[in-house]
């Protein structure tokens, strides 16, 4: 299979060579939980193209007609699932085919995924797999991404990683050859607004976008795409391996429902497995960035940061931070002691020609910080608390 992470130097994806690495493909991103270095730790996570449709491929004189399109470009579908869980990834679907073909060989049964049964959603994601006519491209945010992105000292909101990952998408297709006629996008946000940031972006290649609500039920494309975002992170969650083995097995394994906050399995899971990995908090399968995750921690609004019994483990805060130096409390020790002036000066003897030896004070020098450090808005972890 192709590299499933865009080229360092060009940022360009990679089309997979053929519909059989495009499976193998997806098999090891769904079913392996195949996470390519460095996107666990940095940077964007994994982004498969499929294999490119003859039919929907520009025509040429050299090409024979009957397997290559006959002028135009295709209409492409985009949709996400995952957006609101707690726990996995959000995953952004696109499918798409040239128009000639909707009359003929696409399946006339697509539909939001939500609205088809589990039997009828897989089934569709197998012809999307095996059709010869449909192309796909599938972005993972994995957890461990949104927490990066929304945790920032700028934080990078989920409506701004939306956004971003259905133009990565429309890119893909795009840097693949392939000329997009319409592309049907289920919203995020205002559906004018984001139709003309669309419009701004890809000004030139004369895409007629359609930005709408529900458009998952509305137009084929979208709902195909809807089937692939779906039934991917279904997969994912379904078959998801631990980066964190052998060093910690969560309690309750697989038993997390849905995975969001309003399923009381989501619930029970995430109780039971707070801070069971210290100093963690939790595994990256958790969007450390969601409420109920910061509340467990400790960290929210409702979060106690006192002691008590195993019971109320999560809630109390699992590190210390050192405040900056500069600090109001670090200024006066910490605990309401007022600082002596000693504690500001370091003391030096200096001798006058060898002579006479006086002993004079000289103001500490602040050690300075890396500009990463304040840049980031990192501080140093001055102990772990037990």
Request: glycine letters at 10%.
């Amino acid at each position: 299979p192709a590299s499933l992470l865009p080229s360092p130097i060009t940022g360009k994806s990679t089309p997979q060579p053929n519909r059989s690495a495009t499976k193998a493909a997806l098999h090891a991103l769904l079913s392996e939980t195949l996470r390519p270095s460095p996107c666990n730790v940095f940077g964007s996570g994994p982004l498969l193209v499929s294999d490119i449709p003859q039919s929907a491929k520009p025509s040429s004189k050299d090409e024979d007609s009957s397997t290559s399109s006959s002028g135009g470009g295709v209409i492409m579908g985009i949709d996400e699932a995952g957006r609101g869980p707690a726990l996995g990834p959000m995953t952004y679907g696109a499918a798409y085919w040239h128009p000639t073909k909707s009359k003929t060989t696409i399946p006339a049964d697509f539909n939001d995924s939500k609205q088809l049964s589990v039997d009828k959603r897989q089934l569709l994601f197998e012809k999307i797999q095996s059709h010869d006519d449909i192309g796909f491209v599938l972005r993972i945010i994995h957890a461990s991404e949104v927490s990066r992105n929304m945790m920032r000292k700028t934080p990078y909101n989920l409506n701004a990683m939306s956004h971003d990952c259905a133009m990565e998408l429309i890119w893909a297709v795009l840097h693949a050859g392939i000329d997009i006629d319409t592309c049907y996008v289920d919203t995020v946000g205002m559906p004018d607004a984001y139709r003309q940031k669309l419009e701004g972006v890809f000004e030139g290649y004369n895409i007629n976008f359609v930005v709408e609500k529900k458009a998952d039920a509305k137009y084929a494309p979208c709902s195909a795409a809807s089937v692939v975002a779906k039934e991917s992170r279904d997969a994912i969650v379904q078959n998801w391996q631990w980066s964190e083995r052998p060093n910690y097995v969560p309690l309750n394994g697989h038993e997390f429902g849905s995975g969001y906050p309003s399923d009381p399995k989501c619930v029970s899971w995430m109780k039971g497995n707070c801070n069971v990995d210290r100093p963690f908090g939790f595994p990256d399968f958790v969007r450390f960035s969601w409420g109920p995750t910061k509340k467990l921690l400790g960290e929210g609004p409702d979060g106690s940061g006192g002691t008590g019994s195993d019971a109320d483990r999560g809630k109390r805060p699992i590190i210390k931070w050192e405040a900056d130096e500069d600090d109001e409390h670090n200024m006066n020790g910490g605990g309401g002691k007022q600082s002596s002036m000693q504690s500001f000066v370091v003391t030096k003897k200096v001798e006058d020609n060898g002579k006479k030896t006086t002993t004079v004070m000289q103001p500490k020098k602040k050690k300075p910080r890396l500009a990463i450090f304040n840049e980031m808005g990192v501080s140093r972890v001055a102990a772990f608390a037990e």
